[in-house]
């Protein structure tokens, strides 16, 4: 991270809440589950699936995960009345797998089998629940089969996760990872990360798994795709993602080429931290926020 990027980080949590939801709200479908469906069907109509997120994580009480449980399930009756073609992301924590993992188990279940047919990918959060996050999904899977999980290529333990869990095939949704991480845990080098996004394609791909390849980054999208044809892939045997409000023109280009292409569709009222770490990564709209403070300031 450069300098100015760093200033930019450290300077965000001083901006107003009014001015980041300004700059925010091209990577949020809105406060409400209509408002995301609406996102969908709007997306359906250039091509392009999705995947619903309620906003929130890191809950401090246990009483907290009953509005999420709700929010949760009325998005998958929302996918199934309306039969969008969508699924659903979860983050573990929003039913507290950090304060108690048999509660975050039995609410998972709960949303499993209410899911039905549709899918419910489990999103991969910071690296104090990684372990707890890959043992959930395991568990879960022992008796569902609508369960995905989330690798973060940017962790130098994943391609030992891959192995792990390569007997249960999982349906794995590959990312670089956003979480600040300290080196121990996670490379910080750009090339490094690079790398090892595609040494774990190559090895979910060897294992015959359906993979979400979820970047924006130009590069890994054209090696995934030389892989792709390399390896002769239908489309239905993998597909890639990418967030809402983000690399519209390659997301365009995709679709057109016959990819399969799913948008993450992030909602509700819990925006902030989601939306503070979206513009943290991009340090030209953050950079632009962060500007338009001090002009107010002066003014
Ligand atoms: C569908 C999906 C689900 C995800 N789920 C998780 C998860 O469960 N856990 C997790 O840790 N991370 C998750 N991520 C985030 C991911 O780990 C990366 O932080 C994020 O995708 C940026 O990495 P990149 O591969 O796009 O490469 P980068 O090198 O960061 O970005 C490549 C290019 O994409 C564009 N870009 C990237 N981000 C932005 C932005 N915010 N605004 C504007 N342009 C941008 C820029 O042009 C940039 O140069 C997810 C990402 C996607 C696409």
């Known amino acids: 991270m450069g300098l100015f990027h760093r200033a930019v980080v450290a300077t965000l949590p001083l901006v107003p809440r009014a001015l980041v939801w300004r700059?925010?709200?091209?990577?949020?479908?809105?406060?409400?589950?209509?408002?995301?469906?609406?996102?969908?069907?709007?997306?359906?109509?250039i091509g392009a699936c999705s995947t619903f997120d309620v906003l929130g994580e890191n809950l401090e009480k246990l009483e907290d995960t009953a509005p999420f449980l709700k929010d949760a399930l009325d998005a998958l009756d929302a996918i199934a009345s309306r039969k969008l073609d969508a699924s659903l992301s979860v983050k573990l924590t929003q039913f507290g797998l950090h304060l108690d993992a048999g509660h975050c188990l039995?609410?998972?279940?709960?949303?499993?089998?209410?899911?039905?047919?549709?899918?419910?990918?489990?999103?991969?959060?910071?690296s104090s629940v990684t372990e707890a996050t890959l043992q959930a999904y395991r568990s879960l899977a022992a008796d569902f089969?609508?369960?995905?999980?989330?690798?973060?290529?940017?962790?130098?333990?994943?391609?030992?996760?891959?192995?792990?869990?390569?007997?249960?095939?999982?349906?794995?949704?590959?990312?670089?990872?956003?979480?600040?991480?300290?080196?121990?845990v996670a490379f910080q080098d750009y090339e490094k990360v690079r790398a090892q996004f595609l040494l774990c394609l190559q090895k979910l791909l060897d294992n015959g798994q359906y993979v979400g390849i979820a970047t924006h980054d130009p590069y890994l999208v054209e090696q995934a795709?030389?892989?792709?044809?390399?390896?002769?892939?239908?489309?239905?045997?993998?597909?890639?993602?990418?967030?809402?409000?983000?690399?519209?023109?390659?997301?365009?280009?995709?679709?057109?080429?016959?990819?399969?292409?799913?948008?993450?569709?992030?909602?509700?009222?819990?925006?902030?931290?989601?939306?503070?770490?979206?513009?943290?990564?991009?340090?030209?709209?953050?950079?632009?926020?962060?500007?338009?403070?001090?002009?107010?300031?002066?003014?």
């Open 23 to 45: 700059f925010a709200r091209r990577y949020i479908a809105g406060w409400t589950l209509d408002e995301a469906v609406d996102e969908v069907e709007r997306l359906q109509t």
């Open 106 to 126: 039995k609410l998972m279940r709960q949303i499993l089998e209410h899911a039905g047919e549709t899918f419910v990918q489990i999103d991969m959060e910071d």
């Open 145 to 184: 089969d609508n369960v995905g999980i989330v690798l973060q290529a940017y962790l130098r333990r994943t391609p030992d996760d891959i192995d792990a869990y390569a007997d249960l095939k999982p349906v794995t949704r590959l990312c670089k990872g956003i979480y600040l991480e300290p080196p121990e």
């Open 225 to 299: 795709e030389a892989e792709i044809t390399r390896r002769g892939l239908a489309p239905d045997a993998y597909e890639f993602q990418m967030l809402l409000g983000v690399a519209e023109p390659l997301r365009a280009a995709l679709i057109e080429r016959g990819h399969r292409l799913r948008v993450y569709i992030p909602y509700g009222p819990d925006w902030y931290a989601y939306a503070t770490r979206r513009l943290q990564e991009n340090p030209s709209i953050a950079g632009h926020i962060v500007s338009n403070l001090f002009k107010r300031r002066r003014r």
